[in-house]
């Protein structure tokens, strides 16, 4: 057992940690000390029945219990201290019971999330007030319900992330959790096929709203129903394509608008989005099919990430406008075939460049990139290794990744590992012009 004893510096009391993490247990240490405030015991193969030990850890503040083969959530009530608790990644067999959580008065952050065993069951749970974030994302649960301890419950839940799972509806709050909700993640549900403006309407202090993935054949005139303050818009249902037009009328109303997402929507066109050039930060059409977009379509202020992953590009879109605002470029998934220089001249603050699985064939020496990017992915492309790549064969250029045999053609070098690739063997390849 690794264990840590740490005294705090804001007070005189001293907090004891036990971090045993990927160790193959498959039940509860029995040693564990009455005191211990931070429990871990994540990556490990601890099952159920095994953890009456909790009722006498009244001093616990932290207990992650993620990755492990769990079939029911233990029994947490005398943990009235926990404000962090992490069961994400375990096989859970049973419903979890309304009032689990309910004496947790001082729990904070609660992830549920990749428990697998939930699948096709309701989450229905009554949280405590002092409750911020709750995470339960890929749990296929089909129903979500939460409601306050009392009716008078000041409830202080912002965070709520409910994306990928089967949900056939949206979910229930009491009118208290739609007050204090400001984030809100939906992502992938794909049964949920109508939103009510009426429940947008209740969401009165959103400032982040995801909504991707769904069924809906029609969306709601969002903007008759979420704040005008919003901050975060992520969007994706069928025929968005076509409806774009109609809905993208009244979008200049989210005047402080700084990361909007149309995603898996299959969408052909790239939409007109200008009425946000002076607030938007971050641009992703992720999993549509969009083509190449005009070459004046980025002209941001402020725009730092453009996420074009999953579409049907063909060559680097123009981002010159962008060269002293830019950091994240990802454009993985395309069909993007030659790379010239001139379309990254100049990119001052470009740090992460995403162009693997792609069909690259050839790529001109943007090594001038280097040393502001730490992070050029080119895997997965199927490069004809000849003296134009000589530059990539340079020790400096930290954070290039390469696939480990990155040459279609020639014949001669397809089998060759890129790290046994001199530049005569290059040169011997030709020339790309």
Not at 37 to 50: K, P
Not at 95 to 112: A, E, G, Y
Not at 244 to 264: G, H, N, P, Q, R
Request: aromatic share 8%.
């Amino acid at each position: 057992m690794c264990i840590a004893v740490c005294l705090s510096l804001a007070s005189t009391t001293s907090s004891l940690e036990i971090i045993q993490t990927n160790e193959n247990l498959n039940e509860f240490p029995s040693d564990i000390p009455t005191d211990v405030t931070h429990l871990d015991l994540s990556v490990n193969q601890i099952v159920g029945d095994t953890f009456s030990i909790l009722t006498s850890l009244e001093l616990l503040e932290h207990l992650d219990l993620s990755t492990n083969l769990f079939t029911e959530v233990p029994n947490i009530s005398a943990c009235v201290n926990l404000e962090y608790f992490s069961m994400k990644s375990n096989k859970l067999l049973t419903v979890i019971p309304q009032d689990t959580f309910i004496s947790n008065i001082n729990l904070h952050l609660l992830h549920l999330d990749f428990c697998s065993g939930l699948d096709g069951t309701f989450l229905l749970l009554i949280i405590p007030e002092s409750l911020t974030v709750l995470t339960a994302q890929n749990t296929y649960v089909i129903q979500v319900d939460l409601e306050d301890v009392k009716p008078d419950s000041n409830t202080q839940l912002m965070t709520l992330k409910l994306g990928y799972n089967k949900l056939k509806m949206m979910p229930s709050f009491s009118d208290a959790i739609f007050r204090s909700l400001q984030v809100l993640s939906l992502d992938k549900n794909e049964d949920i096929s109508q939103i009510d403006v009426n429940y947008l309407r209740k969401l009165e202090n959103i400032t982040e709203i995801s909504l991707t993935g769904l069924s809906c054949n029609m969306f709601p005139n969002i903007t008759l129903g979420l704040p005008r303050n919003l901050i975060t818009l992520k969007l994706g249902f069928r025929e968005i394509d076509t409806t774009w037009d109609d809905i993208a009328v009244e979008m200049k109303y989210f005047s402080t608008l700084e990361f909007f997402a149309i995603s898996y929507a299959d969408m052909v066109t790239f939409p007109n989005i200008s009425y946000w050039q002076s607030t938007l930060k971050e641009i992703e059409f992720y999993r549509d099919l969009i083509t190449d977009p005009p070459e004046d379509v980025f002209n941001y202020v402020s725009l730092s990430r453009i996420n074009l992953q999953f579409n049907q590009l063909t060559r680097i879109p123009n981002v010159q406008p962008q060269r002293n605002t830019l950091e994240r470029l990802l454009l993985s998934y395309n069909d993007i075939r030659v790379i010239t220089s001139d379309k990254l001249s100049g990119m001052n603050r470009l740090n992460n460049l995403s162009l693997d699985n792609n069909k690259i064939t050839q790529i001109a020496d943007i090594s001038f990139l280097f040393p502001i990017i730490q992070r050029m992915n080119l895997a997965g492309n199927p490069f004809n290794c000849d003296g134009s790549l000589t530059w990539m064969i340079n020790p400096d250029l930290k954070g290039m990744l390469l696939s480990v045999y990155p040459c279609a053609t020639p014949d001669h070098l397809t089998t060759r590992p890129w790290n046994e690739i001199t530049s005569d063997d290059l040169l011997s390849g030709g020339m790309f012009k």
